[in-house]
């Protein structure tokens, strides 16, 4: 008897420590930002076809279950088309694993976006960024917004440091200094903060806030300029000067995106 009580206080321990590691390990702690730059309505609805009917389905099975799909607002008349793929990972072993599972599927599944011909491809050019996330980030979690996908706007900001020191500066300001909690905290509804580990852009970082519409962005902005904790933070000497310059997107989701 008392042997069989150890063992079922080892039992609930192994359970107890398996369940609150749980979190921490489904934690996306890299992301793949995909960018397709097209020319035209063709290579757009041929790569919206294969994104919604075999790229997606394929990561989902493959373990993945939430990738945003998004396009910039005023696309459809821009000369260089694009769609932003964004796909969070645990580990960059499962990035690895989930690549080499799923790109062999793709290829034999065939249709249109995978045959096309070398003097007609389905885009100009295909960007990859690889971005880790913050330590602040805790989570990825779908955007809380009341507005339907097509008024909603996804902000995609990038930001670069004239050095490595000084972007260092930047993401400890993001992270120790509070700015993710001050985003948090004021409903901007992040979907992912983090430090580009590859891209063409370096030293750089990225992050993603959400609105149900632009009067709602603004609105939300000016809120964070007026706050005395964003006042006291940006004030700070040592976190001045920390961005050599700024890229800001403005994205719609598509009907398929899982964000």
């Not at 005395?228 to 890229?247: F, G, M, R, T």
Request: aromatic share 12%; glycine share 6%.
């Amino acid at each position: 008897m008392k042997n069989l009580f150890i063992l079922l206080v080892i039992s609930t321990l192994c359970v107890w420590r398996t369940g609150a590691a749980r979190p921490a390990a489904e934690r996306p702690t890299y992301f793949e930002l995909k960018v397709y730059h097209l020319k035209n309505s063709r290579q757009e609805a041929l790569v919206d076809s294969f994104l919604q009917r075999q790229y997606l389905p394929t990561l989902r099975a493959a373990g993945i279950p939430t990738i945003g799909v998004f396009k910039p607002i005023g696309n459809d008349t821009a000369a260089d088309r694009r769609i932003y793929v964004f796909t969070p990972f645990s580990s960059l072993k499962q990035l690895e694993k989930v690549k080499s599972e799923t790109a062999a599927k793709l290829q034999a599944a065939g249709g249109a976006y995978e045959n096309v011909a070398y003097n007609n491809p389905a885009y100009s050019r295909l960007e990859t960024i690889c971005i880790k996330a913050f330590d602040e980030m805790t989570a990825l979690t779908a955007p809380k917004l009341a507005a339907p996908k097509s008024e909603r706007v996804y902000e995609l900001r990038s930001y670069e440091g004239a050095s490595e020191k000084i972007f260092r500066n930047k993401v400890q300001m993001f992270n120790a200094g509070g700015e993710i909690k001050l985003f948090s905290r004021l409903g901007f509804n992040g979907i992912f903060y983090g430090e580009v580990v590859f891209g063409s852009k370096m030293p750089n970082l990225m992050y993603m806030t959400s609105f149900n519409n632009m009067p709602d962005r603004e609105a939300h902005w000016k809120t964070f300029g007026a706050d005395p904790e964003w006042k006291k933070l940006s004030a700070q000497p040592e976190y001045q000067n920390n961005v050599s310059h700024i890229d800001i997107v403005f994205l719609r989701p598509t009907p398929y995106s899982g964000l």
